[in-house]
T-cell receptor, first 115, second 113 residues
Framework: NAGVMQNPRHLVRRRGQEARLRCSPM?????VYWYRQLPEEGLKFMVY????????ESGMPKERFSAEFPKEGPSILRIQQVVRGDSAAYFC?????????????FGQGTRLTVV | GESVGLHLPTLSVQEGDNSIINCAYS??????FIWYKQESGKGPQFIID???NMDKRQGQRVTVLLNKTVKHLSLQIAATQPGDSAVYFC????????????WGLGTSLAVNP
């Protein structure tokens, strides 16, 4: 059973370009969470999705950022018109339900660098 | 907003010694806590968790202690090994049906051979 798969591992974008980050959850998991981590900081929640639904996006900036988790395929975190401040590690986690106490498994992350 | 923080940003120990990593939380309504280990360039890895109706839980070489009175959490690692070198985060599971972990800043553990 493969773990949470994120790709690409490293992504370099010029200012103004779009960044698309992909996350394939563990088999059997239908709950996906995206987090952002700045250097030497903890992770910050961005968005929580179930299949085809955004459940909680309270941690995601209102502009330029969007997320989806289609019926088929990976979850996508999309950042439009990237700026230098978007440079960070973006982690995806998945779980089989959303109840408190259910372990979430993390991917290796995508490190976005905006030049 | 409320957050989870750590007392010590770095901790250096000798191989074979016991390590204690501390964490303070501020949301008294939180009922679930998790310790994660993050090695350089990797995603967080679950170590151990504890619910608020417990004050101690033991795993393999690790023990988590919860003191709700002072809102303090600690991770004890017995016989620390070089492979334990990593950044350790405590995370707090927010109340409600949705699961949004609130993370502390992390403590970097360095194990000296």
């Amino acid at each position: 059973n493969a773990g949470v798969m994120q790709n690409p591992r490293h992504l370099v974008r010029r200012r103004g370009q779009e960044a698309r980050l992909r996350c394939s959850p563990m088999k059997g998991h239908s709950h996906v969470y995206w987090y952002r981590q700045l250097p030497e900081e903890g992770l910050k929640f961005m968005v929580y999705l179930q299949k085809e639904n955004i459940i909680d996006e309270s941690g995601m900036p209102k502009e330029r950022f969007s997320a989806e988790f289609p019926k088929e395929g990976p979850s996508i975190l999309r950042i439009q018109q990237v700026v230098r401040g978007d440079s960070a590690a973006y982690f995806c986690a998945s779980s089989y339900n959303s109840q408190g106490g259910t372990e979430a498994f993390f991917g290796q992350g995508t490190r976005l660098t905006v030049v | 907003g409320e957050s989870v923080g750590l007392h010590l940003p770095t901790l250096s120990v000798q191989e074979g010694d016991n390590s204690i990593i501390n964490c303070a939380y501020s949301n008294s309504a939180s009922d679930y806590f998790i310790w994660y280990k993050q090695e350089s360039g990797k995603g967080p890895q679950f170590i151990i968790d504890i619910r608020s109706n417990m004050d101690k839980r033991q795993g393999q070489r690790v023990t988590v202690l919860l003191n709700k009175t002072v809102k303090h959490l600690s991770l004890q690692i017995a016989a620390t090994q070089p492979g334990d070198s990593a950044v350790y985060f405590c995370a707090e599971d927010s109340a409600g049906n949705n699961r949004k972990l609130i993370w502390g800043l992390g403590t970097s553990l360095a194990v000296n051979p």
